[in-house]
């Protein structure tokens, strides 16, 4: 189980990147405009760089819904390998099965 602490971050990282999604898109859209002056190009950088770093979805990390670990983590399931491997044996996921030879 994951720290309390790093879980709760990752939350709130999840609630800035959702705030400032839509503001973060338009400044980069005037950023990368180049029909655009110079100036103005600038300026959109600038305030790009002052809204929150933890708004980025770069400094998001995928971690596993059930416990928490950021490590092994599936996409496709949402969850670690040992969380997986644990309701896989104990018959939680449909269709697969503990793999004996």
């Not at 929150?52 to 979805?57: G, M």
């Not at 998001?60 to 599936?74: I, S």
């Amino acid at each position: 189980m994951a720290k309390k602490a790093m879980i709760e971050r990752e939350l709130k990282r999840e609630r800035l990147v959702a705030k400032y999604a839509a503001k973060r898109a338009a400044l980069k859209e005037i950023a990368n405009d180049e029909n655009l002056p110079m100036e103005e190009r600038f300026k959109a950088r600038l305030k790009l760089a002052k809204l929150p770093r933890n708004s980025s979805a770069t400094r998001l990390h995928n971690r596993c819904q059930l416990t928490g670990r950021p490590k092994a983590y599936y996409r496709k399931l949402k969850m670690s390998r040992i969380m997986l491997r644990e309701l896989a044996s104990y018959g939680q996921i449909p269709g697969m099965v503990k793999s004996s030879w």
